[in-house]
Nanobody, 124 residues
């Protein structure tokens, strides 16, 4: 069974940076596309970034130029580098895995496995 464990969240001042990591286990990492989503209190889970098996990324418009998704297939890990953070980026961030390795999916329903989430807080 695939398991995903996020780390790297925390509290950072506006304009600062964080790097989230997601460790993948229980399957062949290269056979999965990966994504990052966020969920703020009272709101739906929202797409941030995705990366397919070959490393091709896809981003939500609101994070283009600020966030970078990457993967290390040798370490079974996907990363989300978040720069120029804003208070509106505050949320729980979730890592997700899709059994469609070529996809750069944006929809929650397109992912098969989810991590437990890591809190990112950017005080106003």
């Amino acid at each position: 069974q695939v398991q995903l464990v996020e780390s790297g969240g925390g509290s950072v001042q506006a304009g600062g940076s964080l790097r989230l990591s997601c460790a993948f286990s229980g399957g062949t990492f290269a056979n999965y596309a990966m994504g990052w989503f966020r969920q703020a209190p009272g709101k739906e889970r929202e797409f941030r970034a995705a990366i397919n098996w070959s490393g091709r990324p896809n981003y939500a418009d609101s994070v283009k130029g600020r966030f970078t998704i990457s993967r290390d297939n040798a370490k079974n890990t996907v990363y989300l580098q978040m720069n120029s953070l804003k208070p509106e980026d505050t949320a729980v961030y979730y890592c997700a895995a899709s059994r469609r390795p070529a996809a750069q999916a944006m929809g929650v329903e397109e992912y098969d496995y989810w991590g437990q989430g890591t809190q990112v807080t950017v005080p106003a």
